[in-house]
């Protein structure tokens, strides 16, 4: 996978955990995963969103959280960006792309941040539209439900450094 793709997926992880708060507690549960499968399910949501829900681990849950600050408008960020500014640069580049676009200045205003953001890979753009596509292909469904709820395997995926 190149760089723009597995960046865009990270953003996609972000924003989704940073929309729904509550997610926090899948980490802690098997019965937490399929209460959420049960609600996903439900409300028909896009199985590689399912996957990248259950695929996140502490650092996205924290990423997320970063996301959820800097999105709030009127919010004070200096102390996020300062906080999170060792991060390695392709997720600090996810943060920022998970961000609305309107909210995607305040990187801007720290210097490690607007670095990564402005040396970000080329096609960026082009990876979270495509991202967003793929997630479109598929809904959670009763088959993809047991495969999520029955997998053993950690679906945790980290950046390599």
Do not use: K
Not at 43 to 54: E, H, K, T
Not at 70 to 96: N, Q
Not at 149 to 154: G, I, K, N, P, V
């Amino acid at each position: 996978m190149r760089t723009a793709e597995r960046i865009a997926f990270l953003a996609r992880r972000y924003r989704l955990l940073a929309e729904r708060e509550g997610l926090c507690s899948l980490r802690r549960s098997r019965e937490a995963r399929a209460d959420y499968l049960d609600h996903a399910e439900a409300l028909g949501y896009p199985l590689m969103d399912a996957v990248q829900v259950l695929g996140a681990g502490e650092l996205d849950f924290i990423c997320a959280a970063a996301v959820r600050e800097l999105a709030r408008p009127g919010a004070r960020t200096e102390h996020v960006l300062r906080l999170f500014s060792w991060l390695d640069h392709e997720r600090l580049v996810a943060i920022a792309y998970a961000l609305p676009e309107d909210r995607r200045h305040v990187v801007q205003r720290h210097g490690v941040w607007a670095y990564a953001y402005n040396h970000a890979p080329s096609g960026m753009a082009a990876a979270v539209r495509r991202v967003a596509e793929v997630n479109a292909i598929g809904r959670v469904t009763s088959v993809g439900r047991w495969l999520l709820s029955e997998a053993e395997t950690d679906l945790t995926t980290e950046v390599p450094a």
